[in-house]
């Protein structure tokens, strides 16, 4: 017994030891934009997994599984090099106007994070107008203590946002405010 209270002893005084080695936490991050557009025409624009082209950003898509479970995409994007980001649709619902998915494989020069996932959802508005909200959840681009102030959570939310925004604001303008 006397031993087990050593070990339980020293088991204690590395807990708080163990609260100062901290990582990452996962940064969330949600935009939308209100668009004059029915849901129907708003969704028959961003609601195919394989067809990304409304994003200014990219240049082509390419993929295989429509919007199937497990359907995947690659996106190519317009800057310099042509650097891609792949991705895989974990949820869709036509009904709802909503998918999900995951990125597989992205270089973190391009999008400083790992672990990302994302949402893209349309509802409708009483005035008969749409509600696009996209959101996501991912860790910064380097997944260590101390990172490079080009791989931090401000870094990897910076980069998110400005995705976003590119995406959504195209969709404004598209379907006007």
Do not use: C
């Not at 609260?19 to 195919?48: C, E, F, M, Y």
């Not at 102030?149 to 995406?167: H, I, M, P, R, S």
């Amino acid at each position: 017994m006397r031993y087990f209270g050593h070990l339980l002893l020293t088991f204690l005084m590395l807990l708080p030891n163990a609260a100062l080695a901290h990582g990452p936490t996962r940064q969330k991050l949600v935009l939308s934009v209100d668009v004059a557009a029915a849901p129907d025409a708003v969704w028959a624009v961003i609601g195919n997994f394989q067809d990304m082209s409304w994003h200014p950003t990219v240049f082509s898509t390419s993929g295989q599984g429509g919007n199937a479970l497990d359907a995947t995409r690659v996106l190519t994007l317009k800057a310099a090099g042509g650097p891609t980001i792949s991705e895989v649709l974990y949820k869709y619902d036509a009904a709802k106007k909503s998918y999900s998915y995951r990125i597989t494989e992205v270089d973190v020069s391009v999008l400083p994070v790992t672990n990302y996932s994302g949402h893209l959802t349309v509802t409708p508005k009483a005035d008969g107008g749409s509600h696009i909200e996209w959101k996501g959840a991912f860790y910064r681009g380097y997944p260590n203590n101390d990172p490079p102030a080009n791989l931090n959570d401000e870094a990897a939310l910076a980069a998110v946002g400005a995705v976003y925004k590119a995406g959504l604001d195209a969709l404004a303008k598209k379907f006007g405010k």
